[in-house]
């Protein structure tokens, strides 16, 4: 079957560094998406990783490795904002999205 | 009004009623998508239209019907829902349709339907 791993919750401190893994063993691969979710509104996009390597966007960046079917969101300089649920979403071969359960972060000051 | 807007953002509804959830894309986008979102649970892809025609149709009970007059909207009827229904429905759309969704998908806020 086709399965996305993340942790349920995490909690970091403003200013902090943060980064949430998120495991996949999925038919095929087409990209991975990183998604952001705030409490009560809807998920908005992050970013798309389809090659292995880290893509910086800002404080946040994303890692892939296709090999170990692995990728992580990594937040710098946090801040309270950035307390959300943060959405892994896999492309599989057959172009369907399957979605990770979101990794809650929580931001304390 | 930009980006994706769904009404109502809140809805109480009982198993015997009758409701409608509405969704309007202002991005002149291809594709328009039908989630739910259960707590702590992955999205699960309800419906997809693409260019106002069905595409994807996940086993979905069939207490729940889309409509998509038009590439800007699209709609979920709703009638004699179970308690177990009750979570948060969103929508999303994106330029074209790549077999379930390979582009980026904007979302709507999403209604919140409590079913008693």
């Known amino acids: 079957g086709q399965n996305i791993d993340q942790p349920t919750e995490m909690t970091a401190t403003e200013g902090a560094i943060v980064q949430i893994n998120c495991t996949y063993q999925?038919?095929?691969?087409?990209?991975l998406f990183w998604y952001q979710q705030h409490a009560g509104e809807a998920p908005t996009f992050l970013s798309y990783?389809?090659l292995d390597g880290l893509e910086e966007k800002g404080r946040f960046s994303s890692f892939l490795s296709r090999s170990k079917g692995y990728s992580y969101l990594l937040l710098k300089e946090l801040q309270m904002k950035d307390s959300a649920s943060y959405l892994c979403?896999?492309?599989?071969?057959?172009?369907?999205?399957?979605w990770g359960a979101g990794t809650k972060l929580i931001i304390k000051p | 009004e930009t980006g994706v807007t769904q009404t109502p953002r809140h809805l109480v509804m009982g198993m015997t009623n009758k409701k409608s959830l509405k969704c309007e894309q202002h991005l002149g986008h291809n594709a328009m998508y039908w989630y739910k979102q259960s707590a702590k649970k992955p999205l699960e892809l309800m419906f997809v239209y693409s260019l106002e025609e069905r595409v994807e149709n996940n086993s979905v009970p069939s207490r729940f019907s889309p409509e998509c007059p038009n590439s800007s909207h699209l709609f979920l009827h709703l009638h004699t829902l179970q308690p177990e229904d009750s979570a948060l429905y969103l929508c999303?759309?994106?330029?074209?349709?790549?077999?379930?969704?390979?582009?980026?998908?904007?979302f709507g806020p999403g209604t919140r339907l409590l079913v008693l």
């Open positions: 999925t038919s095929g691969f087409n990209g």
């Open positions: 990783n389809v």
């Open positions: 999303a759309s994106s330029q074209d349709f790549s077999r379930g969704g390979g582009e980026t998908q904007y």
């Open positions: 979403a896999v492309l599989d071969s057959n172009y369907q999205l399957i």
